[in-house]
């Protein structure tokens, strides 16, 4: 039986030669896709690769069974995948971290600089003429030299903000669920805090955590009104981390100075009002968006599918225990 992989979109090299050395490759490329995904699990798939816009919930993974081995998702955020029932199907699920670390990093600081000097705003007066001539009080931001970046997750992302805001005379502090290892060279430089403290006390609030039940709507309407009204709130983790109607009411009407945001809550749609709100920077989900980092993706998801297909573990596997009464034979 010749091994099957679907990809929902093309991903880039060099991940076509890889998998096509190894398998039938078929890439759907259109969207929405889930009735054609449908389809070709039905007809017989061993590895499907999602993107994260692509849910992959019980009634999908079904539809792949009993050939489905694997779901190999093109992004280290697997929240668009119901990881328990892939467990519970025997399937395993794989995805592609650290490879995005530093794209991911530049741009959460790209939206921070970007939302507390108003670049943004800025740009707009100028294509719109409305610059007539420097003055002192025109346009004042917040300067990030000792101000207090709160980072909520202080996972891989989280971290290297953390080094890049040191950078800029930034001081911080960080929440997060458990202890994350924080090397010897950064620990002197970051002071953990209760989420609630950092909340109210930070001028900049940069979120870095998975999208589950325990962060969903984290940044609520009562979270919101607790930051400084002066604060910055950014995010490149998941959209739905932030409730985006309170945060559209929070831009309104000032309980916060501004946002700089490259996901939503029901992407690509926004809450409505949160285009026209002057003090947010929104970005189209830029996050892993390079050359290189996407190749490197491309290459960790190719190596998950290849593994899953010899009947290994995938490198880098969230739910091991998937296989944990032996992984299926070799598909050639
Ligand atoms: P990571 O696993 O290294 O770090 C996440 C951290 O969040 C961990 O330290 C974890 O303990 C912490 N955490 C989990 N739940 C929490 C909670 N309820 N409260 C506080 N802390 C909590 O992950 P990472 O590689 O840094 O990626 C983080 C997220 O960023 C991904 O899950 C993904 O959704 C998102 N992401 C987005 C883009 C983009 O294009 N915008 C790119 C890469 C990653």
């Avoid at 699990?41 to 792949?64: I, M, N, S, W």
């Avoid at 945060?247 to 700089?260: P, Y």
């Avoid at 026209?276 to 996050?287: E, K, S, Y």
């Amino acid at each position: 039986m010749t091994a099957r992989i679907v990809c929902t979109l093309p991903l880039p090299d060099p991940a076509p030669g890889l998998l096509s050395a190894a398998a039938e490759v078929e890439v759907i490329g259109a969207s929405p896709s889930r009735e054609r995904t449908e389809a070709l699990l039905r007809e017989g798939v061993d590895v499907l690769c999602p993107q994260l816009g692509d849910r992959v919930d019980a009634a999908l993974l079904d539809t792949g069974l009993p050939r489905l081995r694997a779901v190999c998702v093109y992004a280290v955020g697997y929240n668009n995948v119901d990881v328990p029932a892939a467990t519970e199907r025997g399937i395993v699920v794989a995805n592609t971290p650290g490879v995005l670390t530093d794209a991911t990093a530049d741009c959460a600081l790209g939206l921070l600089v970007a939302s507390a000097r108003r670049l943004c705003e800025g740009d707009a007066v100028m294509r719109a003429g409305g610059f007539t001539g420097w003055r002192p009080d025109f346009m004042l931001g917040l300067e990030l030299r000792d101000s207090l970046l709160g980072i909520v997750g202080f996972g891989r992302i989280g971290q290297a903000l953390a080094r890049r805001a040191l950078a800029c005379g930034m001081r911080i502090a960080y929440a997060d669920e458990s202890q994350p290892p924080v090397p010897a060279d950064l620990a002197p430089h970051v002071a953990r805090m209760q989420l609630e403290t950092l909340i109210a006390e930070a001028d900049c609030i940069s979120l870095h955590v998975p999208l589950d039940e325990s962060t969903r709507h984290l940044i609520d309407e009562a979270a919101l009104r607790r930051m400084k009204p002066t604060a910055i709130l950014v995010n490149t983790s998941r959209g739905a981390v932030i409730d985006e109607v309170a945060l559209v009411r929070a831009l309104q009407q000032g309980w916060i100075a501004g946002a700089g945001l490259d996901v939503y809550e029901n992407e690509p749609a926004m809450a409505p009002g949160l285009a026209g709100c002057r003090n947010a920077v929104l970005a189209p989900h830029l996050g892993s968006a390079t050359v290189r980092t996407r190749a490197a993706m491309a290459e960790l998801c190719a190596r998950n599918a290849l593994a899953a297909l010899a009947g290994e573990l995938p490198p880098h596997c969230v739910n091991p225990q998937a296989w944990s009464a032996g992984a299926p034979p070799p598909v050639r």
